[in-house]
């Protein structure tokens, strides 16, 4: 017997006593349990077995001290507001903020974090990790370490840039079609469900095999953003100018104008690859949105508040802006998380298939692909950049359980 | 009727909290209650008093977001607060039932009637199915449900509300209970179908020598059912006696207060001898989209600075009126004028200074108010948007229209409305008209979700207001205590059509048109024998529905009344 082992016991041991003798039942069974598992467990695996479970615990206690503490860091920093929502924020939403902060920064200062360049070689391929690698080399000999924290800054925000698309079509999709009812909704609705009717890996690899070749150059991508910018603008229009022919015509002149720039800016910031992947993205996944977004506020117009906003002879996009968006943004920030997340694993998995993001830009996605067949030889390294995809899409799972919990309203 | 004089429910030092801003707060604050067997007691107080909570509590549950912090609950010399939940869960459906205030929406609309009912008894093994079943058609047969054999077998939307809340009483009588507490059962109900469900909750209540807890805030109500009547307010008891010293002796302040509530009455203004009328709905035929005719004919006058109240029950056509002339539903036929002109039919074709002309007051105050909009830009906007107020303009005329309705205007400026009661959310809502400068306001069922003493309030600030502003009211209720404090002229509506009109002095003087005797009639009044009285003049199977139908169509006053 090793101290340790006889260290493990006495832990587990005095634990479930002191639980027990304080009446924590919940603590107590979880402790002694362990403690009956890990006799068994001792027998049959050793002791490294039982090191296995210590480092789990361990690790476990490590994030939950953690997600405390930057809940608390939260609170101390937030207004007072804020301050009394956090307090209600479970340790799971907590570590998954700060998963989220620490991506987030890893992106946006991931020139400066990352010691190496994105596709700079250094050393030979697949080299083990060293005090200059923190977690050693790809297939081409460029540091993994830079290469994970150029990549958060890569598919994340592709990712973001897919659910804001989506969301800003699906959503303003489906507070007219709930606000203003009729022929509109049908048109709409009926052709989200075409939409919907096709798999959404198989619509993306359709659309990505006729846009990726020869179409994806700065034109046709130009072309593709301010088509879709004056779409969801036409949205805009329809509901600011309602029945005024001159609103209209001065609507249609401003988006005109704003789908351009805009169009013009994304171009600046993504390459025209990774423009149409946005697109797609938009596209695939706009109905879901859309879908949602009617219910909510198809709950929202049916009350009193909204026949007296219209009585008053208020214009649609009051009623949207004022009376129903105040009232379904918690449903809708959850959905967006929930979105981010499907966006994201889409995107990593196109990047997988080799149709995403194109080297040598660095990728969650396809870097697990570049070092797939290391996995045969029983080393780690494709699995961390996978670790860093499950990670991210738990994390902001955690944050958007505790949006939804408290969205729907229940108490303690 | 002599009663067992058992102690059945001893609650002592009962102190119940609320979580709210991060901390308990003591929403009842030290209640002591002692019901004997088959005693039925009465709790009464204005929401916010801890009726419910109390009531709840009876059966040893706390609602999510509130505990049991002291005290103790004792049922049949069971300690309910120390007991186990699944101790506490036994005597629930068995030995404590609960008839909830909207039955529409406690009976699962996914099965029928019958299975819901013998649930109970299946689960604790009192009775086999088809037992239970009989046994379900037996109460429904006492509780005088029509087609007793036969409406256990249809979905909860397939009856009415009042024989919902009956089928609920039957239900929760399914295994004979020692304690039914019923939490506001008629609330919802209109006066005449009130009055079906409650003699046969007297009566059943009777029979089986049950303990019942009722809660309402209807003083007439309680004064029938009760044999004792406790008074709350605020989480704390003001005075318990029995149901006749409570009426004819109150020692409190409060309690005399609640007593004195259905004083208030506003002069009654007549007509100008010539003149156009405000608004003149002139042989208005309205349907909604592919249903029947919902109004037949209707026609009436509203002439400035005056009151006309539109009675009649649920489903009679009152709020379709009220649509009608705001342009929510066109009409099929007839028109609505305003100061001699047509209206146009929709309100989307109307200008902005017609629709500020019309506004409204709705009567659940809950979905009248953007809960996420401050009370600034709600009473704001209309002002902002037909006057174009902007800024310190806007301010200045926002804490007048505050100050109008009684409320500090610092303290309320950046609320949001679920921070409000009930009475105040009015107010507000009262205010949101007003800030239009209408000259007519359209009020529906304004003071029916509110407690007596706040109603009141509400009703003697739109008399006020009338008074400065000129204003006309349309005043939809089917309340009557209402329309004598308020109204100027009475329409009764029955099917969709005006069955009686005139001012209200000779409204509530016979002879009346039947319909109109019948309303005024089912309206409880303070007299604990009313109900007894009433049922022993009408008999007990000629009330609710069954009254209405009896009607003589060829009865004068309903063949010429309104000739």
């Not at chain 1, 992106?107 to 250094?122: L, R, S, T």
């Not at chain 1, 506020?297 to 026949?307: K, L, P, Q, R």
């Not at chain 2, 706390?62 to 036994?90: C, H, W, Y």
Request: aromatic share 8%; charged share 20%; proline share 4%.
């Amino acid at each position: 017997m090793s101290v340790f082992v006889i260290l493990y016991y006495t832990l587990l041991l005095g634990a479930s006593c002191l639980a027990a003798y304080f009446n924590k039942r919940a603590a107590f069974l979880l402790l002694f349990s362990l403690t009956l598992v890990s006799f068994v467990l001792g027998i049959i695996g050793g002791v490294a077995a039982l090191r296995i479970v210590a480092i789990a615990a361990g690790l476990l206690a490590l994030s939950a001290m953690v997600a405390y503490a930057f809940r608390e860091f939260l609170i101390v920093i937030a207004s007072q507001n804020m301050a009394k929502e956090l307090r209600t924020a479970p340790l799971t939403a907590a570590f998954g903020m700060f998963v989220i902060f620490t991506v987030a920064i890893a992106g946006i200062f991931a020139p400066f974090i990352a010691p190496f360049g994105e596709a700079q070689v250094i050393s030979s391929a697949f080299a083990p990790a060293d005090e200059n690698m923190l977690l050693g080399a790809d297939q081409l000999g460029r540091d993994m370490f830079s290469r994970l924290v150029y990549g958060a800054r890569n598919t994340v925000a592709l990712a973001l840039m897919g659910t804001v698309l989506a969301f800003t079509l699906g959503a303003l999709a489906g507070l007219l079609a709930a606000t203003s009812g009729g022929w509109f909704d049908q048109v709409i609705a009926r052709t989200s469900d075409v939409i919907m009717s096709i798999p959404s890996l198989i619509f993306a690899l359709l659309m990505l095999s006729i846009f990726g070749g020869e179409l994806a150059n700065d034109t046709t991508s130009f072309y593709l953003l301010t088509g879709f910018a004056i779409l969801t603008g036409l949205l805009v229009v329809s509901a600011v100018s309602e029945r005024s022919v001159i609103g209209w015509l001065i609507g249609i002149t401003v988006l005109v104008g704003v789908a351009v720039v805009f169009a013009g800016a994304m171009l600046i910031i993504f390459n025209p690859s990774e423009i149409i992947l946005v697109l797609v993205v938009a596209v695939i996944y706009s109905p879901r949105v859309f879908r949602l977004t009617r219910a909510v506020a198809g709950n929202v117009v049916v009350m009193d508040y909204i026949e007296a906003a219209k009585l008053r002879g208020e214009r649609t996009w009051y009623l949207i802006r004022r009376e129903i968006l105040p009232n379904s943004t918690a449903p809708l920030v959850a959905e967006f998380g929930l979105e981010f997340c499907f966006v994201f694993l889409l995107i990593a998995g196109l990047s997988f298939l080799g149709l995403g993001i194109q080297p040598p830009t660095a990728d969650w996605g396809s870097m697990v692909r570049e070092n797939a067949t290391l996995i045969s030889f029983g080393d780690i390294t494709p699995l961390i950049p996978a670790a860093a995809i499950a990670l991210l899409t738990v994390a902001v799972n955690f944050v958007v359980d505790w949006m939804l919990y408290r969205s729907s309203g229940l108490k303690v | 009727m002599t009663k067992k004089k058992e102690v059945l429910l001893k609650i002592r030092d009962l102190k119940i909290q609320g979580y709210s801003d991060e901390t308990w707060i003591d929403i009842i604050k030290g209640v002591d209650l002692t019901l004997h067997r088959g005693e039925v007691m009465g709790l009464i107080g204005e929401s916010g008093a801890g009726k419910s909570t109390i009531g709840a509590a009876c059966m040893g549950y706390a609602r999510d977001g509130t505990r049991i912090s002291e005290g103790s609950i004792e049922f049949d010399g069971m300690e309910l607060t120390t007991a186990s939940e699944s101790e506490r869960r036994a005597l629930r459906g068995s030995r404590i039932a609960y008839v909830a205030q909207s039955a529409a929406a406690s009976f699962n609309p996914a099965h029928k009637i019958i299975d819901q009912h013998t649930e109970a008894p299946l689960q604790y093994r009192l009775k086999k199915r088809l037992e239970a079943q009989e046994d379900a058609m037996d109460l429904y047969e006492r509780l005088r449900l029509p087609n007793p054999q036969e409406i256990g077998f249809r979905y909860p939307h397939q009856v009415s509300g009042g024989q919902l809340q009956r089928a609920m009483t039957a239900m929760a009588m399914a295994c004979r209970p020692d304690l039914i507490i019923f939490d506001e059962p008629t609330t919802a109900l209109d006066v005449t179908t009130q009055i079906e469900v409650l003699a046969a909750i007297r009566d059943i209540v009777e029979q089986f020598n049950t303990a019942a807890i009722y809660i309402t805030h209807d003083l007439a109500v309680v004064a029938q059912m009760a044999d004792t009547i406790k008074v709350l307010l605020k989480g704390e008891e003001v005075e318990e006696a029995s149901t006749k010293e409570m009426l004819d002796n109150p020692k409190e302040d409060y309690t005399k207060s609640l007593w004195a509530v259905r004083s208030f009455e506003s002069p009654q203004r007549y007509r100008p001898k010539d003149g156009v009328p405000l608004i003149s709905v002139r042989n208005v035929d309205a349907a909604y989209t592919g249903g029947e005719k919902v109004l037949d004919d209707v026609s009436f006058d509203i002439y400035e600075g005056m009151t006309v109240a539109v009675v009649g029950e649920s489903g009679s056509g009152k709020s379709t009126t009220a649509r009608v002339i705001t342009g929510l539903l066109p009409p099929m036929k007839g028109e609505v004028l305003f100061k001699g002109k047509p209206f146009p039919a929709s309100y989307r074709d109307r200008t902005k200074d017609q629709l500020r002309q019309c506004q409204m007051i709705y009567q659940m105050a809950d979905t009248a108010l953007n809960p996420k909009v401050r009370i600034s830009e709600i009473i704001g906007r209309p002002a902002a948007f037909y006057s174009g107020l902007k800024g310190v303009a806007l301010k200045n005329r926002v804490d007048e229209l505050l100050d109008l309705i009684e409320l500090e205007p610092s303290q309320y400026y950046n609320r949001y409305p679920p921070e409000l009661s009930g009475g105040q959310k009015q107010r507000i809502g009262i205010a949101r008209a007003l800030a239009a400068e209408p000259t007519f306001i359209v009020c529906d069922e304004v003071t029916s979700a509110l407690d007596q003493l706040v109603a009141e309030g509400i009703l003697r600030l739109l008399d006020r207001l009338q008074n400065e502003m000129n204003l006309a009211y349309m005043f939809i209720t089917h309340d009557l205590a209402t329309v004598r404090s308020i109204a100027d002229e009475v329409v009764v509506m029955q099917h969709g059509k005006v069955v009686e009109q005139g001012p209200k002095d000779e409204m509530f003087k016979p002879p009346h048109h039947p319909y109109t005797d019948l309303l005024l009639s089912s309206v409880p009044e303070m007299d604990p024998n009313w109900l007894t009285t009433l049922l022993e003049e009408r008999g007990v199977d000629n009330v609710g529905d069954a009254a209405s139908a009896r009607i003589d169509p060829n009865d004068p006053k309903v063949t010429g009344a309104n000739a």
